[in-house]
């Protein structure tokens, strides 16, 4: 046994380094109110855990601690995902202002757990694992919901809470069932149990699977359990409706490929219910969209209508849609967190999340405003950014599956999604500004911009890299 922990070990520092900080900045930051040294102790865990990373050898399938969690290359995209977007969300969040400083040290520790829990959802090879996995994740994003002193703060924390022990008990539901069925927990033994099973008992594996597609739904923001995406991402901190945007979202696809891939003697009945889900989330989010005037509500509509067209890799379930649904989410990483970035430092010199704040902003903050604008554009898949990319595969993958109808839908959601990401666009030049003077963007935020901008645009430019890496590791392991 200590055999098996040890070598499991030696293939999982990095969640260890992360784990073991995590405990470290807490203890810290009870000592001390200095948010200074707590934040060195976050950035020397990141850095020890990425290196960590960086040198952990990844052979094509590992099963670690008695096969609860497997390391292979396609966690591996996952992990280095995680390990980004919590970065990110670290910087954001040490320059946003609105977040109490004698709570920073906290929500430091809490981000660290999040990025343990996010690489779990990505390992996980074992029902029981999976959920504490995601529990762990919702779990301290319910915590960091809650940060800010005020009413619509308290009220998102709550309902994040709500509904997420409601899609929670209907996973669980779902995890009993198919633990009933086939008599294992493990995934592997899972898809050997279901290639051996009747007809009767396939349907109702179908049963099984819409009880945990539900649970994870609400992780990603799916239509119909994204009710609490706009009110969350209103009342939360502006670095942590980043972090929630993008981690979470990406860890749920990775949690969701590996259960569809154990449960995929079941798939073709649904492929139906999946693909008709996923025209519904992207239509809904961009209509819903053109309404708002909050911006940190606008991203939230966005963010589900992007959880549609990142449906499409998964409702065609072939290798060309899985690998084009991983190169959209490494480009939906870097443009969405841009753009987040941009809002804190829009929401730090104004005070005000409305768009009207973003009114003049090219006179007031060119930079600022020029890589706002390449976000944006990304996130609506205009080329040679990176957004275009990714969705040129997403339709390519819809099309080659013999999907056509979704690839229209997508085009046509594009369209509709052009209106009002242009039309902040059109606030930033053209519209007349509140104040004139000009307004300094912290150096930790435009350090998060400068990160996203180069990404969004050289991955749009020379995509090559990514895609090779993507389709030879993490495709062809998983498939």
Same mark, same amino acid.
């Given at each position: 046994?200590?055999?098996?922990?040890?070598?499991?070990?030696?293939?999982?520092?990095?969640?260890?380094?992360?784990?073991?900080?995590?405990?470290?900045?807490?203890?810290?930051?009870?000592?001390?109110?200095?948010?200074?040294?707590?934040?060195?102790?976050?950035?020397?865990?990141?850095?020890?855990?990425?290196?960590?990373?960086?040198?952990?050898?990844?052979?094509?399938?590992?099963?670690?601690?008695?096969?609860?969690?497997?390391?292979?290359?396609?966690?591996?995209?996952?992990?280095?995902?995680?390990?980004?977007?919590?970065?990110?969300?670290?910087?954001?969040?040490?320059?946003?202002?609105?977040?109490?400083?004698?709570?920073?040290?906290?929500?430091?520790?809490?981000?660290?757990?999040?990025?343990?829990?996010?690489?779990?959802?990505?390992?996980?090879?074992?029902?029981?694992?999976?959920?504490?996995?995601?529990?762990?994740?919702?779990?301290?994003?319910?915590?960091?919901?809650?940060?800010?002193?005020?009413?619509?703060?308290?009220?998102?924390?709550?309902?994040?809470?709500?509904?997420?022990?409601?899609?929670?008990?209907?996973?669980?539901?779902?995890?009993?069932?198919?633990?009933?069925?086939?008599?294992?927990?493990?995934?592997?033994?899972?898809?050997?149990?279901?290639?051996?099973?009747?007809?009767?008992?396939?349907?109702?594996?179908?049963?099984?699977?819409?009880?945990?597609?539900?649970?994870?739904?609400?992780?990603?923001?799916?239509?119909?359990?994204?009710?609490?995406?706009?009110?969350?991402?209103?009342?939360?901190?502006?670095?942590?409706?980043?972090?929630?945007?993008?981690?979470?979202? /990406?860890? #749920?696809? =990775? *949690?969701?490929?590996? !259960?569809?891939?154990?449960?995929?003697?079941?798939? @073709? &009945? +649904? $492929?139906?219910?999946?693909?008709?889900?996923?025209?519904?989330?992207?239509?809904?989010?961009?209509?819903?969209?053109?309404?708002?005037?909050?911006?940190?509500?606008?991203?939230?509509?966005?963010?589900?209508?992007?959880?549609?067209?990142?449906?499409?890799?998964?409702?065609?379930?072939?290798?060309?849609?899985?690998?084009?649904?991983?190169?959209?989410?490494?480009?939906?990483?870097?443009?969405?967190?841009?753009?987040?970035?941009?809002?804190?430092?829009?929401?730090?010199?104004?005070?005000?999340?409305?768009?009207?704040?973003?009114?003049?902003?090219?006179?007031? /903050?060119? #930079?600022? =405003? *020029?890589?706002?604008? !390449?976000?944006?554009?990304?996130?609506?898949?205009? @080329? &040679? +950014? $990176?957004?275009?990319?990714?969705?040129?595969?997403?339709?390519?993958?819809?099309?080659?599956?013999?999907?056509?109808?979704?690839?229209?839908?997508?085009?046509?959601?594009?369209?509709?999604?052009?209106?009002?990401?242009?039309?902040?666009?059109?606030?930033?030049?053209?519209?007349?500004?509140?104040?004139?003077?000009?307004?300094?963007?912290?150096?930790?935020?435009?350090?998060?911009?400068?990160?996203?901008?180069?990404?969004?645009?050289?991955?749009?430019?020379?995509?090559?890299?990514?895609?090779?890496?993507?389709?030879?590791?993490?495709?062809?392991?998983?498939?």
């Amino acid at each position: 046994m200590s055999t098996v922990l040890f070598d499991s070990l030696r293939s999982w520092w990095p969640e260890t380094i992360l784990s073991a900080g995590a405990l470290i900045v807490f203890v810290a930051a009870s000592w001390t109110h200095n948010t200074r040294p707590v934040l060195a102790l976050t950035w020397a865990t990141l850095g020890a855990s990425a290196l960590a990373l960086w040198q952990t050898p990844v052979p094509p399938a590992t099963e670690l601690f008695f096969g609860l969690i497997v390391c292979d290359p396609f966690s591996l995209v996952f992990r280095w995902l995680a390990l980004v977007a919590v970065a990110m969300t670290v910087l954001l969040m040490g320059a946003s202002n609105d977040i109490d400083v004698s709570l920073r040290g906290e929500a430091y520790g809490l981000l660290l757990l999040i990025a343990v829990g996010l690489m779990l959802m990505a390992e996980a090879n074992h029902l029981l694992m999976a959920y504490v996995a995601m529990e762990l994740v919702s779990l301290s994003a319910y915590v960091l919901a809650g940060f800010l002193d005020d009413s619509r703060s308290a009220e998102a924390s709550l309902k994040y809470l709500l509904f997420g022990a409601l899609s929670s008990g209907i996973m669980l539901f779902g995890m009993s069932l198919l633990f009933g069925l086939t008599g294992q927990l493990a995934f592997p033994d899972i898809a050997r149990a279901c290639t051996a099973l009747s007809d009767p008992a396939t349907q109702a594996l179908s049963l099984i699977i819409l009880l945990l597609l539900a649970g994870l739904a609400f992780k990603i923001s799916m239509v119909p359990f994204h009710m609490w995406t706009p009110d969350v991402y209103e009342g939360a901190p502006v670095a942590v409706t980043a972090l929630l945007s993008v981690g979470p979202k /990406a860890a #749920g696809f =990775a *949690l969701l490929i590996r !259960l569809m891939h154990a449960l995929q003697v079941a798939w @073709p &009945p +649904l $492929v139906a219910t999946v693909a008709a889900l996923t025209i519904v989330t992207m239509t809904f989010g961009n209509l819903v969209a053109l309404v708002q005037t909050n911006v940190k509500r606008l991203l939230a509509y966005s963010t589900i209508g992007q959880v549609g067209y990142l449906l499409i890799g998964f409702a065609v379930n072939t290798s060309v849609g899985l690998q084009a649904l991983l190169v959209y989410l490494v480009a939906y990483l870097f443009m969405n967190l841009g753009a987040f970035a941009c809002v804190v430092a829009v929401v730090n010199e104004s005070g005000s999340e409305s768009l009207d704040a973003f009114r003049g902003l090219a006179t007031r /903050a060119p #930079g600022l =405003a *020029l890589a706002c604008s !390449l976000f944006l554009l990304s996130l609506a898949g205009i @080329p &040679p +950014l $990176v957004g275009f990319i990714g969705k040129f595969l997403l339709f390519g993958a819809a099309i080659e599956g013999r999907q056509m109808w979704l690839a229209v839908a997508a085009a046509f959601n594009s369209a509709i999604a052009l209106y009002y990401y242009v039309n902040l666009i059109r606030l930033m030049y053209f519209g007349r500004p509140v104040q004139r003077t000009p307004f300094r963007v912290a150096p930790a935020i435009r350090l998060a911009l400068g990160v996203c901008a180069v990404a969004t645009l050289a991955l749009g430019l020379l995509p090559g890299a990514l895609l090779s890496v993507i389709h030879a590791q993490a495709i062809l392991n998983l498939l």
